[in-house]
């Protein structure tokens, strides 16, 4: 089964920017949907972004929150996710966590969708 392990977070000024890492030791990213979550203290799980697989168009998609300021790719040949964030603001502050539903395409942003999960790494966002 696959096994994700984020990376990349930490402290950032507001308005700076931060990109966070999704790797997969020794399962190819490639052939599976990555969702981009995010959990702040008190509140649900909230998704983020999405990518299809490489088998497939690679289509992205974003919640209206992530929209203009955060972008999620692909590096095939370092077999990674990223999800770029800019303009961040405290409200962006959570752990956040990469998922899989094991299919190719994204669907529906949601968290019941997903049922692998990585351990999440902490972002804040303070000045």
């Known amino acids: 089964q696959v096994q994700l392990v984020e990376s990349g977070g930490g402290l950032v000024q507001p308005g700076g920017s931060l990109r966070l890492s999704c790797a997969a030791p020794?399962?190819?990213?490639?052939?599976?949907?990555i969702a981009w979550f995010r959990q702040a203290p008190g509140k649900e799980r909230e998704g983020v972004s999405c990518i299809s697989s490489s088998s497939t168009d690679g289509s992205t998609l974003y919640a209206d929150s992530a929209k203009g300021r955060f972008t999620t790719s692909r590096d095939d040949a370092k077999n990674l996710v990223y999800l770029q964030m800019s303009d961040l603001e405290p409200d962006d502050t959570a752990v956040y966590f990469c998922?899989?539903?094991?299919?190719?395409?994204?669907?529906?942003?949601?968290?019941?969708?997903?049922?692998?999960w990585g351990q999440g790494t902490q972002v804040t966002v303070d000045s």
């Open positions: 998922a899989t539903d094991g299919g190719r395409v994204c669907g529906r942003l949601h968290p019941i969708v997903f049922d692998i």
């Open positions: 020794g399962s190819n990213l490639n052939y599976y949907v």
